[in-house]
């Protein structure tokens, strides 16, 4: 055997078999026969109720249980983000390999190979040996061409695809199986003549084609059923070119090629016979360049080419017609339109109209083609026929019918009238002019005949004088023509003169107003022509030109006429003049005033200075200091800067402008304000007199207040202290001392400022005292009520007190001035002012406390009229006899049982105490805002407390009480205002 | 009094944002700044042309630029109302500050940058403090009556010119604004060097030399045509020529004593307004001019004129 040992063996050997020994062993049972995978562990199982067997007996666990995964992750070694689960993850080792589901191995990808299915099922490129059209040293397809592969296809393909062919079909119109076989047939003998006779250039492939379609047809043959509505792709088959023949070779014969082996096609390129071998040649081949390849029958197959089943080119008998008959000449050829170019909606047109042939016209012998579309201007010369027959249609328009051509002459022989001068010569008119009017003539004659027949008159008398009247009514008529011929020329006549005279006068004058008076618009010519100017020139030329009849009246009036017409009737020129300028003159002025140099306007600096206060930040940026230490005035506060926009703020400002309400405490005194008038307070008499209230508006009370009560006031207690000194912080800073305040006041009752303003009093000592206070008694306490203002609120009112105070201040003047409402307090006003003088007595003792000599008041001094004005104010009385009106009111509806028993209040005591309590609160201030209804009532009232002067003080006291007790549930805000009043009081004790 | 030198073109910059709105310096004159129709503002190196970084964040056009004393930062003013404060490094808009009620039409640093200055068509001048991340101005003057024009400061005044043909000095230290009215709108405002007058270019095409402490009218220059444009002015270094723009392609120097014309520059022969310039901050030799697109480096070097011989 030593043949074997150089031969390689594959495959395990069969065991030997020994010559004696009878395989006696059973082969292996169909069940006995386990499949193991190549780690000897069962594959199948349960071949009835399984399959696979994966994993740990099916499961994802193993021997030692299922371990589920592990997560780590430190600071150090951050875990990476979650992997992405892959199908192999799942997947056994076996299915990754060779076999499995999922083979793993390097592979070209789809689109790199789009060769042949037997190459892809083998998995290895085979380089195409045969190429007919081989050009270059290395035969078979070119290397590179091999190895770039174009992933792409071409447009081309790319459009065919679109349109929904696929590759190995045809392009064309679907075809029907019929249609089809004779395609494939006659290309079939088109290639086969190409082979053998034509250009070369048929593949093996195409050979196959071809070979398939044979098949094809010969399959078909049985089923020749045909069925149109079935169509197919057309056959894919090379078009073929035919190149003209061009040396005297034999067919198909192509002979050695002369040029050298490395170069390209002579043909192509016979300039350059040693070229570089160009790989890529095959890439963009020509398809007309010849091929060089050295092939041909006679020289038979070369060793590179694959078919080498068809060496001697035999020619195949089938390839032949046997018969003439063979193909039965087509009834119709059906027009192949393709189906796809068909739009929805559309079908077919089997009739073929298309191919019917149009029908001659007989075309008339003059017949001229134009163009129609062209279209032609009016002002090219017409062609002469056209212009002939148009002028020839429009004669008549251009002459006229001929109408007006005849004279009359010839008209009335048209008319056959008969004509006075050519009687004469034509003493009857021919018969066959007028044959009708002839017969008519006659039917007259025979009228009169049988007229005078019947009345038996003679007809040959009838017929003269009959004619003769025709005849002079011919004359007669004639005349007349002539005359009124006659007439239209006079009036023509005349027409051409005026208007000749109206053309020749509108140049000068353009119109006539005195037309009616020749003689007048004569003269009115001339006036206009002459164009006097002076009044003198006018009548002197007027009274050349007037003739004498004219009185001196209408000679005057004539002028005045001539004068004002002038003036009206100016012609349009002139009129027209004043209010049109040229273009000319404008562009000349503009010129003008362009040129003339612009006068020089002295510019004049003006300088003013203003406070102007920088922010602080903006002062800190610069690092300057802030101007005054930052104490200067803060401009006023703009919306702007906050931050939100509230309706309130709109409320609060429409009732009252902040500005309004500037509170001097906050003002610092160093400061010299702008304004000094309005801000510096005026210095008053040290201790005014409560009554003695400043005739202004309320917020000018309040500025003065604090200011005046200064000097005299020694604070006495801690909350007196904090209040005096917090009158020169911002209320920002007042918190806390309004909180000392206010925190007191929830432990106690509210006490009233005064007597008047009406709060209920919770002690009987209290209220003893605010009485006493008010009656104007020596008050037990020794507070007077000037001193209370210390304490009082300066802060403006917000809010609904806003609102609510806003209407008196509003009030006050008008009492000033309209004072009816409150009619019977007007008696009482000396007695009012004499009372305050009372009270001033009264109140000496704290005077002399709080006197301070007039040169130690700090400020400026007030002007003495405005001090003097202040004791008698009487706008201050009006408040205080609101008040009182009030007050008493109240009495009356409260107490109206007792009052007509009751001892009446002394006036002049209650007056008083009203006084007093005004001067001190606001709130009465408020119940003064009564109805004019309730003043009324008070009147009455008043009237009858006048009567009852000795009245005792402890009864109104009562009544008082009472009074206060309902006003407090009744007006209860003004109370609740009222308490911190109350409560400063309180504590000053 | 320095001698005369006529200026040449040095660089002709095509800044490539639309139309030039303002052309300025920054605070040592080593850079320029040009503001563009385009809402971009650019920064450029004068001497060589380059551009170097694009600052693009405005909603409307940029209508006047300023950067800061240590040229860190920039800060724009624009149409849309709004002022942007500029990292120059990053290019990245650092704040955007909105309060103006109308197109912001000038902008300023105070000296040491921290406070922004600017004034706008809603007839307010606001001061904006830059340090802080406060959104809303420090302060606002609210005196003016039309457009604020220009917004000056040194150490202790803002300066602000108006269309109201008025000036307002708002004097820090003081605490007092100073209103010279001069009657015509004025469409800008220079300050010398020493800080003792003001040039204000007005629309009657005269340019006004005012004393800041008097507020007297010193001098006039006259010669060039504003028309109804924002032309600016400016006093050149040394403090003893006034430049100013004209509507009809050429800019104007004028000796500051004697009034007269030194030179007219013509920027360029196909007309276009010369609405901007900006006098280099220490340098006298060196002017830009802006004019419609383009942006030109004037010079009185005579070495580069034969260069570019």
């Given at each position: 055997m030593?043949d074997?040992?150089s031969?390689h063996?594959f ?9 004696d ?5 059973k ?9 193991k995978d190549e780690?000897?562990k069962?594959r ?13 007996w ?6 030692e249980?299922w371990?589920?995964q592990?997560?780590k992750?430190?600071r150090?070694?951050?875990?990476t983000?979650?992997?992405q ?5 799942f ?6 390999g060779?076999f ?7 592979r ?5 190979s ?16 045969m190429q007919?059209e081989?050009?270059g040293?290395?035969p078979?397809?070119p ?14 393909m790319r459009i065919?695809?679109?349109m929904?062919?696929k590759p190995?079909q ?10 089809k076989?004779?395609a ?7 290639q086969?003549?190409l ?6 250039g048929?593949?093996?492939?195409e050979q196959?084609q071809?070979?398939a379609?044979?098949e094809?047809r ?8 045909e069925?149109?509505d079935i169509t197919?792709?057309?056959?894919d ?6 190149t ?8 198909s014969?192509?002979?050695l090629?002369r040029?050298?082996i490395l170069?390209?096609s ?8 040693m ?5 890529f040649g095959q ?7 010849k091929p ?6 006679a ?17 195949d008998?089938t390839?032949?017609d ?5 193909k ?8 192949h339109?393709?189906?796809?170019n068909v739009?929805?909606?559309?079908s077919?047109d089997k009739?073929?109209?298309?191919l019917?042939?149009?029908?001659a ?5 003059d017949?001229?083609p ?8 009016r ?11 148009l002028?020839?249609?429009n ?6 019918l ?7 002459e010839?008209r009335a022989?048209?008319?056959g009238?008969q004509?006075s001068?050519k ?5 009857e008119?021919p018969p066959?002019r ?7 003539k ?9 007229e005078g ?6 007809i040959?008398d009838e ?8 005849a ?7 005349a007349?023509?002539?005359?009124v011929k006659?007439?239209?020329a006079?009036?023509q006549e005349?027409?051409v ?6 053309a ?11 037309l009616?008076?020749?003689a007048?618009?004569?003269r009115y010519?001339k006036?206009?022509?002459a ?7 006018i009548?002197?030329f007027?009274?050349n030109?007037q003739p004498?009849t004219l009185?001196?009246?209408d000679r ?11 003036k ?13 300028v040229s273009?000319?003159t404008?562009q ?7 040129q003339?140099p612009?006068e020089e ?6 300088r003013t200075?203003?406070m102007?206060k920088p922010?602080?930040?903006l002062?800190?940026?610069?690092n ?11 401009p ?13 703020d709109?409320?609060?400002t ?6 309004d309400?500037?509170?001097p405490s906050?003002?610092p005194k160093h400061m010299?304000k702008?304004?000094p ?6 210095p008053?008499?040290?201790?005014p ?13 309040k500025?003065e207040?604090?200011t005046?009560v200064?000097?005299?006031?020694v ?13 020169e ?7 806390d ?7 007191d ?7 009233p400022?005064?007597?008047p ?6 002690t009987p ?7 006493n ?14 001193s209370?203002n ?5 802060s ?5 007190f806003?609102?609510l105070f806003?209407?008196i ?10 004072p009816p409402k409150?009619a ?7 007695k009012?002012a004499?009372?305050?003088r009372?009270e001033r007595?009264?109140n000496?003792k ?6 301070v000599?007039?040169?130690d ?5 007030l002007?003495?009229k ?5 004791t008698?104010a009487?706008e201050a009385d009006?408040v205080?006899v609101g008040i009182e009106?009030?007050l008493q ?5 409260h ?7 009751e001892?009446w209040?002394e ?5 008083t105490?009203?006084?007093d309590?005004?001067?001190s609160?606001?709130?009465?201030s ?10 009324k009532?008070?009147k009455?009232?008043k ?8 009245a ?8 008082e ?11 209860k805000?003004?109370s609740?205002?009222s308490k911190?009043?109350a409560k400063k009081?309180?504590s000053?004790? | 009094m320095?001698?005369f ?5 040095k660089?002709?910059?095509?800044c490539?944002?639309?139309?030039v709105?303002?052309v300025r310096?920054n605070?040592?004159g080593s ?9 971009k ?12 970084k694009?600052?693009g964040g405005h909603?409307d056009?940029?209508?006047?630029v300023a ?20 990292d120059?490094s990053t290019?990245?808009p ?6 103006h009620?109308g197109g912001?039409r ?10 922004a200055i600017?004034g706008g068509?809603?007839n307010v001048?606001m001061c904006w ?5 406060r959104l809303?101005?420090?302060q606002v003057?609210?005196d003016?009556?039309d ?6 400061t040194?150490e ?9 043909g ?5 004097d820090i ?5 100073i209103?010279d009215?001069v009657g ?12 003792q007058?003001?040039?204000?270019g007005?629309?009657?095409s005269v340019?006004?030399l005012?004393?800041?402490?008097t507020g007297g009218l ?17 006093i050149l ?5 006034i430049?100013?723009?004209s509507?009809a392609?050429?800019a104007?120097?004028?000796d ?8 007219r520059?013509?920027i360029?022969d196909?007309g ?5 310039l900006?006098?280099h901050?220490?340098r ?21 004129e034969?260069?570019?011989?």
């Amino acid at each position: 055997m030593d043949d074997e040992e150089s031969l390689h063996r594959f495959g395990t050997p069969l065991p030997t078999l020994e010559k004696d020994v009878v395989p006696a062993k059973k082969p292996l049972a169909i069940e006995d026969q386990i499949v193991k995978d190549e780690n000897g562990k069962r594959r199948f199982h349960g071949a009835f109720t399984g399959g696979f067997s994966a994993g740990f007996w099916n499961t994802v666990g193993s021997l030692e249980g299922w371990t589920p995964q592990t997560f780590k992750s430190s600071r150090a070694e951050k875990a990476t983000p979650r992997m992405q689960q892959r199908p192999e993850d799942f997947m056994d080792k076996e299915d990754l390999g060779e076999f499995g589901i999922a083979p793993q191995g390097i592979r070209t990808r789809e689109e790199f190979s789009k060769e042949s299915e037997e190459e892809q099922r083998t998995g290895q490129r085979k380089r195409k040996l045969m190429q007919p059209e081989q050009v270059g040293p290395i035969p078979g397809v070119p290397v590179l061409e091999h190895l770039l592969r174009p992933v792409r296809d071409k447009v081309a393909m790319r459009i065919l695809k679109s349109m929904g062919w696929k590759p190995g079909q045809g392009v064309g119109p679907r075809q029907t199986k019929k249609e089809k076989r004779q395609a494939s047939a006659r290309n079939k003998r088109e290639q086969y003549l190409l082979e053998h006779y034509g250009a070369e250039g048929l593949s093996s492939l195409e050979q196959q084609q071809v070979a398939a379609a044979e098949e094809g047809r010969a399959d078909d043959n049985d089923d020749d059923e045909e069925d149109e509505d079935i169509t197919f792709a057309p056959d894919d088959y090379e078009p073929i070119f035919y190149t003209p023949k061009e040396n005297r070779f034999g067919m198909s014969y192509s002979g050695l090629s002369r040029d050298p082996i490395l170069s390209k096609s002579s043909t192509a390129h016979p300039a350059a016979p040693m070229q570089h071998i160009n790989l890529f040649g095959q890439l963009e081949t020509q398809p007309k360049q010849k091929p060089l390849s050295i092939r041909g029958q006679a020289f038979g197959v070369g060793a590179f080419e694959e078919e080498d089943d068809d060496i001697y080119a035999r020619d195949d008998m089938t390839r032949y017609d046997f018969s003439l008959a063979d193909k039965k000449p087509k009834q119709k050829k059906i027009q192949h339109v393709q189906q796809r170019n068909v739009i929805d909606g559309f079908s077919e047109d089997k009739s073929g109209a298309a191919l019917q042939k149009p029908y001659a016209i007989d075309l008339p012998r003059d017949f001229k083609p134009r163009n129609w579309l062209q279209r032609r201007t009016r002002f090219e010369p017409m062609d002469r026929e056209r212009t002939k027959k148009l002028e020839a249609r429009n004669e008549y328009k251009r002459t006229g019918l001929g109408r007006h051509d005849l004279n009359p002459e010839q008209r009335a022989q048209l008319l056959g009238e008969q004509k006075s001068q050519k009687k004469d010569q034509q003493p009857e008119q021919p018969p066959s002019r007028n044959p009708f009017k002839e017969r008519n003539k006659l039917l007259d004659l025979i009228n009169a005949k049988s007229e005078g027949f019947t009345k038996g008159g003679l007809i040959v008398d009838e017929v003269l004088p009959q004619a003769e009247a025709a005849a002079e009514t011919q004359t007669t008529a004639t005349a007349m023509a002539k005359q009124v011929k006659d007439a239209n020329a006079t009036i023509q006549e005349k027409a051409v003169r005026k208007t000749k005279d109206l053309a020749s006068a509108t140049p000068s004058a353009g119109f006539k107003p005195f037309l009616a008076d020749e003689a007048k618009q004569l003269r009115y010519d001339k006036f206009l022509e002459a164009q006097l100017k002076t009044d003198a020139e006018i009548t002197e030329f007027l009274a050349n030109m007037q003739p004498v009849t004219l009185s001196l009246w209408d000679r005057e009036m004539e002028k005045k006429e001539f004068i004002q017409a002038a003036k009206i009737y100016r012609p349009l020129n002139g009129l027209m003049y004043d209010r049109f300028v040229s273009e000319a003159t404008v562009q000349a002025e503009q010129i003008k005033e362009q040129q003339k140099p612009p006068e020089e306007r002295k510019v004049v600096m003006e300088r003013t200075k203003a406070m102007w206060k920088p922010a602080s930040l903006l002062c800190k940026r610069y690092n300057i200091a802030e101007p005054f230490g930052g104490s200067m005035l803060e401009p006023p506060k703009e919306l702007k800067g906050r931050p939100k926009i509230s309706i309130f703020d709109y409320l609060e400002t429409s009732i009252n402008s902040k500005a309004d309400f500037q509170t001097p405490s906050i003002r610092p005194k160093h400061m010299e304000k702008p304004k000094p008038a309005v801000l510096v307070p005026p210095p008053l008499a040290p201790l005014p007199p409560p009554d003695a209230v400043v005739p202004e508006p309320e917020k000018e009370k309040k500025v003065e207040e604090p200011t005046t009560v200064k000097p005299s006031f020694v604070p006495r207690t801690p909350l007196e202290q904090a209040v005096d000194e917090s009158r020169e912080k911002p209320i920002s800073e007042k918190k806390d001392l309004f909180r000392s305040i206010f925190e007191d006041s929830d432990e106690e009752d509210p006490v009233p400022v005064a007597a008047p303003a009406i709060t209920s009093l919770s002690t009987p000592q209290e209220q003893l005292a605010a009485i006493n206070e008010a009656l104007g008694l020596p008050s037990t306490s020794g507070v007077s009520a000037s001193s209370l203002n210390v304490l009082r609120n300066n802060s403006p009112p917000r809010g609904i007190f806003a609102a609510l105070f806003k209407p008196i201040e509003e009030l006050k003047p008008k009492e000033a001035t309209a004072p009816p409402k409150f009619a019977p307090i007007e008696g009482n006003k000396l007695k009012i002012a004499y009372k305050s003088r009372e009270e001033r007595l009264r109140n000496d003792k704290e005077l002399a406390m709080a006197e301070v000599p007039v040169e130690d008041i700090y400020g400026p001094k007030l002007p003495e009229k405005g001090a003097a004005a202040k004791t008698h104010a009487p706008e201050a009385d009006h408040v205080e006899v609101g008040i009182e009106a009030k007050l008493q009111h109240l009495w009356q509806k409260h107490a109206p049982k007792k009052r007509s028993a009751e001892k009446w209040v002394e006036k002049k005591a209650l007056s008083t105490d009203d006084s007093d309590s005004d001067s001190s609160s606001d709130t009465s201030s408020s119940c003064s805002t009564s109805s004019p209804a309730k003043a009324k009532r008070t009147k009455v009232s008043k009237s009858k407390k006048s009567s009852h002067r000795s009245a005792s003080s402890k009864k109104s006291k009562k009544s008082e009480k009472k009074s206060k007790k309902k006003s407090k549930s009744k007006s209860k805000k003004s109370s609740d205002r009222s308490k911190p009043k109350a409560k400063k009081k309180k504590s000053k004790h | 009094m320095p001698a005369f030198a006529n200026y040449h073109c040095k660089t002709t910059i095509d800044c490539q944002q639309g139309a030039v709105r303002a052309v300025r310096y920054n605070v040592d004159g080593s850079y320029c700044l040009s503001c563009g129709s385009d809402k971009k503002v650019k920064l450029w190196n004068p001497a060589t042309g380059l551009l170097l970084k694009t600052y693009g964040g405005h909603a409307d056009e940029v209508t006047d630029v300023a950067g800061s004393c240590d040229s860190s930062y920039i800060v724009s003013s624009s149409l849309d109302k709004s002022i942007i404060y500029w990292d120059v490094s990053t290019g990245a808009p650092v704040r955007r500050l909105r309060c103006h009620a109308g197109g912001v039409r000038c902008v300023c640093f105070n000296e040491d940058s921290s406070i922004a200055i600017s004034g706008g068509r809603d007839n307010v001048v606001m001061c904006w403090d830059i340090r802080t991340r406060r959104l809303d101005p420090v302060q606002v003057m609210k005196d003016a009556r039309d457009c604020i024009t220009t917004v000056l400061t040194n150490e202790n005044k803002i300066y602000a010119a108006s269309l109201d043909g008025c000036i307002r000095h708002y004097d820090i230290r003081v605490g007092e604004m100073i209103c010279d009215k001069v009657g015509e709108p004025i469409t800008y405002l220079a300050r010398t060097q020493d800080e003792q007058c003001l040039v204000a270019g007005c629309q009657d095409s005269v340019v006004r030399l005012i004393d800041c402490e008097t507020g007297g009218l010193l001098s006039e220059y006259k010669g060039h045509q504003a028309d109804d444009y924002h032309i600016e002015c400016g006093i050149l270094a040394n403090d003893a020529h006034i430049v100013a723009g004209s509507s009809a392609g050429d800019a104007y120097i004028w000796d500051l004593l004697e009034g007269k014309v030194l030179q007219r520059i013509r920027i360029s022969d196909n007309g276009g307004v010369v609405h901007s310039l900006a006098t280099h901050p220490s340098r006298s030799e060196e002017l830009l001019f802006a004019r419609r697109r383009d942006m030109y480096v004037f010079t009185t070097d005579l070495q580069i004129e034969e260069e570019q011989l």
